[in-house]
């Protein structure tokens, strides 16, 4: 079975700074995507970015973009001039192709210091 | 925008109890799915769904069952409530392709 770790429980960075958050998963399948979810305080999830494993050029959203490496299967996300609206709970997920459910980290807590 | 909706916010229920969570979403998804999410262990999907009356057991679905009677509707049935269902549970819904998921605000559910 797939497994997604983030080694991070806790992050923070300053107003206006550059943070990355790091995602590894496992997995022996060549074709399946990779997601960033942000839950802030009291809000719903939402859809950071998503990448897809047969995409060689890194996704990148805005002040978001990915390291995507996938030989060492790495999945980082960094997140570039940092605002306080950046706060929140951050997950990676996992999903096969075909039409299968996610399977996700157990998340990162982003706190954002101005 | 899709919207995803549960039905309460907050719900206090006692140990015993039958409890239902329902979901519902607007954008005639095909897939929906049902997650509880615990401090430091993340999301752990409970059931899915492929289709109206379709269900497919995920990680964690002792305790609980679910119905899909109509494609834009979703339950979660709690069958004899305990304390160690305390828990956040989120509900999301999906096309086939792409796959990506839309979540609901959330019912923080608590069992005393």
């Known amino acids: 079975a797939q497994t997604v770790t983030q080694s991070q429980p806790e992050m923070s960075v300053q107003e206006a700074e550059t943070v990355t958050l790091s995602c590894t998963y496992d997995?022996?399948?060549?074709?399946?995507?990779l997601f960033w979810y942000k839950q802030p305080p009291s809000r719903q999830m939402i859809l950071v970015i998503r990448?897809?494993?047969?995409?060689?050029q890194n996704a990148t959203e805005n002040r978001f973009s990915v390291n995507f490496q996938k030989a060492a299967k790495s999945f980082s996300l960094k997140i570039s001039d940092s605002q306080l609206g950046d706060a929140a709970m951050y997950f990676c997920?996992?999903?096969?192709?075909?039409?299968?459910?996610?399977?996700f980290g157990k998340g990162t807590r982003l706190s954002v210091i101005a | 925008d899709v919207k995803v909706t549960q039905s309460s916010r907050y719900l206090v229920k006692r140990t015993g109890e039958k409890v239902f969570l329902e979901c519902v979403q607007d954008?005639?998804?095909?897939?929906m799915f049902w997650y509880r999410q615990d401090p430091g262990l993340g999301l752990r999907l409970i059931y899915f769904?492929?289709?109206?009356?379709?269900?497919e057991k995920g990680d964690i679905p002792e305790g609980y069952s679910v119905s899909r009677e109509k494609k834009e509707r979703f339950s979660l049935i709690l069958e004899s409530a305990s304390t160690n269902q305390t828990s956040m549970y989120l509900c999301?819904?999906?096309?086939?392709?792409?796959?990506?998921?839309?979540f609901g605000p959330g019912t923080r559910l608590t069992v005393t």
């Open positions: 999301a819904s999906s096309l086939t392709d792409p796959n990506e998921q839309y």
């Open positions: 997995t022996s399948e060549s074709d399946y995507y």
């Open positions: 990448q897809e494993a047969y995409k060689q």
């Open positions: 997920a996992y999903r096969s192709a075909g039409n299968t459910p996610l399977v």
């Open positions: 954008m005639d998804h095909e897939n």
């Open positions: 769904s492929y289709d109206v009356k379709m269900k």
